[in-house]
């Protein structure tokens, strides 16, 4: 399965509902979609906050 960025905001949205948003973390995120935690940055253009 291709993983997309609807899919990893997906499963970020899951986290923070099961965990709480400050349980959130990039490696979290990848356990659930099964891919390693590097591969993430194919997906999301930045941490930045703001």
Request: without cysteine.
């Amino acid at each position: 399965m291709k993983t997309t960025k609807e899919a990893v905001i997906k499963a970020t949205s899951d986290l923070a509902d099961e965990k709480g948003l400050n349980n959130v973390s990039l490696k979290a995120v990848a356990q659930k979609l099964n891919i390693r935690t590097p591969s993430l940055y194919n997906h999301i253009e930045s941490l930045d906050k703001s």
